[in-house]
């Protein structure tokens, strides 16, 4: 039987891309391979969102050029972020390569695949493929109304928490986030199946991410995303629908709808659809318990969504917003299009209709140009807020974006690092004091796997939970006593399976 291996660096969106050409190979019959050195097929899914993460992959394409040598009919293909438009360049540079195709094109991979003899005669369609769009969104198939949940309330869904008043906006940034009707077909119509529906899932973990948009419009100065994964593209809601529901009869209990810009789902699509519509769908399907979404942006995310949100009993209370930084200089040349004041209305609406929500968030440090009093507005803002995570990064400039064309990366390394200590050492007290707060309490925790003696998962609000306990417990909704607490997990006793 043939074989194949996956490589993956990088983000959730490459991990459930990954995930999704794992479920095409094994629909086709293929076997995963235990190294790549056996495998017939190697994929090597890249990033190169930093520098570093760039020279990892191109010393893994580089190593399989003697295996290429020992084996030439093992075909190699590289997948995601190193690929753009133009492939000719990686083509002379990696010869050893079969094949290269950019982020998310999974019908061009089945295409290849099929010609390869790998699978079947008749290619799959994308969900992506050009001008398929038509075929295969069910916005073509009629459309039912949901019913809005602000429908008996009077209250206006579509303002957002940064509107100016008067202005009758949807959100500040005007793009969305309309009063939509469901886009969405008639439940019990069948959507079309996708050959990778199959994907999103690792092994038999519970848990799956699934993406709903690629690419990104955004073109903040310092990230190379929008160069290699292109613009917004999302997935027909039917499909994704679809996709869930198989993977919630195969015993996925959590599903993490992922997109480097989730909040923008749907804008681009033929009708009007957005996250909030997309979720109160999947907020419906039987089995699955859990609902997650990454990665959001603050200018995207509406007050609608928010509210949303609030009546939705399977969507974790649990927020990633990134914030970047806390200074209005830094964020305006970051080209993250919203102030901090917009930032902290938005939590402030968040911690009023989601009081329970757990927030993270990212911030790099040592931006061109940050002073010392720049640094201590993110600094302030992380105290203020008081995130359950912070994800810090110290800036480091990536070839090809606007930051690394236009501005002096003029904060000495020593500076970026001290300041990624501070954030870093008021983090770990501030979740420290946080989790504390659960001693004693119960909590529910989906757990995903074994871990030496004991058994771990999440909580609603993303927290990791070790416990010791006999059983299969993988999927199982387990309530956890918590005795102990770090700032970075809780451990307890289990009282109750469900
Ligand atoms: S929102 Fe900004 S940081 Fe995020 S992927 Fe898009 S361009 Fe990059």
């Not at 990033?47 to 093992?74: M, T």
């Not at 790998?118 to 994308?126: E, F, K, T, W, Y």
């Not at 911030?363 to 995570?389: C, K, M, N, S, W």
Request: with cysteine.
């Amino acid at each position: 039987m043939a074989s194949y291996y996956i490589w993956t660096i990088g983000c959730q969106m490459n991990k459930a891309d990954s995930e999704r050409v794992k479920g095409l190979f094994d629909s086709w019959g293929l076997a995963p391979a235990p190294d790549v050195q056996s495998a017939d097929t190697i994929v090597l899914n890249s990033c190169v969102v930093r520098q570093k993460a760039e020279n990892r992959v191109v010393s893994k394409i580089g190593s399989l050029a003697a295996l290429k040598r020992k084996r030439p009919d093992a075909s190699i293909i590289v997948i995601g972020c190193l690929v753009d438009g133009q492939t000719d360049e990686l083509r002379r540079l990696y010869p050893h390569v079969d094949a290269f195709f950019k982020a998310g094109e999974y019908g061009d991979i089945a295409a290849w695949g099929v010609s390869k003899g790998l699978g079947g005669a008749n290619p799959p369609v994308s969900p992506f493929a050009k001008g398929g769009r038509d075929m295969t969104s069910l916005f073509a198939r009629g459309r039912e109304d949901l019913p809005s949940p602000f429908a008996n309330g009077g209250e206006n869904p579509s303002v957002s928490p940064f509107a100016k008043g008067g202005r009758g906006m949807t959100s500040l940034f005007a793009r969305r986030g309309e009063d939509l009707p469901s886009p969405f077909a008639k439940r019990g119509e069948n959507p079309p199946e996708s050959p990778f529906e199959k994907g999103g899932q690792k092994g038999d973990s519970p848990v799956a991410y699934v993406p709903v948009i690629h690419g990104c419009d955004n073109f903040c100065s310092y990230c190379i995303v929008p160069y290699r994964r292109g613009r917004e593209k999302s997935r027909p809601a039917a499909e994704i629908i679809s996709e869930v529901r198989g993977m919630a009869a195969r015993g996925v209990r959590e599903v993490t709808l992922v997109g480097q810009n989730v909040d923008s789902y749907g804008h681009d699509l033929p009708e009007p659809a957005d996250l909030a519509v997309l979720l109160q769908e999947l907020n419906e399907i039987e089995g699955l318990y859990r609902l997650r979404f990454l990665t959001s942006h603050p200018k995207d995310m509406t007050l609608r969504l928010i509210r949303m949100i609030a009546g939705m009993d399977k969507v974790c209370r649990h927020i990633n917003l990134p914030v970047q930084s806390g200074n209005d200089e830094i964020l305006k040349a970051m080209r993250r299009g919203y102030t901090s004041a917009n930032y902290r209305k938005l939590i402030e609406e968040i911690r009023r209709f989601l009081p329970d929500a757990a927030l993270s968030t990212d911030v790099i440090v040592g931006f061109p140009g940050e002073t010392e009093e720049q640094f201590l507005d993110t600094y302030r803002l992380l105290e203020e807020v008081r995130f359950d995570a912070v994800h810090v990064a110290a800036y480091s400039p990536r070839a090809g974006t606007l930051a690394s064309r236009t501005l002096k990366d003029d904060v000495p390394v020593e500076v970026k690092m001290a300041r990624l200590q501070r954030v870093e050492a008021l983090q770990e007290k501030v979740a420290g004091e946080i989790n504390s707060e659960l001693a004693g309490k119960t909590v529910e925790v989906l757990v995903e796997k074994r871990a030496g003696e004991k058994w771990s998962g999440r909580t609603r609000s993303n927290k990791l939970v070790f416990f010791e306990a006999g059983g299969d417990l993988v999927g199982k909704l387990v309530c956890v006593r918590i005795d102990r607490t770090s700032p970075w997990s809780l451990t307890g006793e289990p009282i109750l399976a469900v």
